[in-house]
């Protein structure tokens, strides 16, 4: 299993995803002056998940449920900026790293599902419990992160 988690990680790490991320906000920066701010304390406690504190105090299970969650928002948050942006007049070229997220992101959570979450349940059908909760904490993180910034920003 830690094949397909490797290459999913190296395919969310390499420089021209964080490139076109980078390219994104510099646009946007340049159309709307400091409207992209980010709060990095907030951040790392949205993508708590992925940290190192993360594995440390969780186990597989949760982070597989997190994981999961973490893709399947992604696609439909990421459609939903993209077609905002649209509607504001960012060109669509402009709106690359969104296009991406939108066309890959859904593929990607039935890879978690299909890759991991299948044969963890196979090895372990109780492990669906942690599973349950890394889920539930990444929806409670995501609707948290968007109440703050509806609230800061909106």
């Not at 995803?17 to 992209?36: A, C, D, I, Q």
């Not at 696609?75 to 690359?96: D, F, K």
């Amino acid at each position: 299993q830690l094949g397909p988690l490797l290459a999913h990680i190296q395919e969310e790490e390499v420089e021209e995803h964080s490139r076109l991320f980078r390219e994104l906000l510099e646009h946007l920066n340049s159309r709307v002056p400091g409207s992209t701010a980010l709060d990095q304390d907030r951040l790392h406690e949205l993508n708590y998940t992925f940290s190192e504190r993360c594995a440390e105090e969780k186990n597989y299970g949760f982070f597989l449920g997190s994981f999961y969650a973490t893709e399947i928002m992604s696609a439909t948050r990421c459609r939903q900026i993209q077609n905002g942006l649209l509607r504001l007049g960012i060109e669509p070229q402009r709106l690359e790293y969104f296009k991406v997220h939108c066309d890959h992101d859904e593929s990607h959570a039935d890879q978690v599902v299909n890759s991991f979450i299948i044969p963890a349940l196979e090895l372990d059908p109780g492990i669906i419990t942690e599973i349950e909760e890394g889920l539930r904490d990444r929806l409670r993180r995501s609707s948290d992160y968007l109440k703050w910034y509806e609230h800061e920003y909106l």
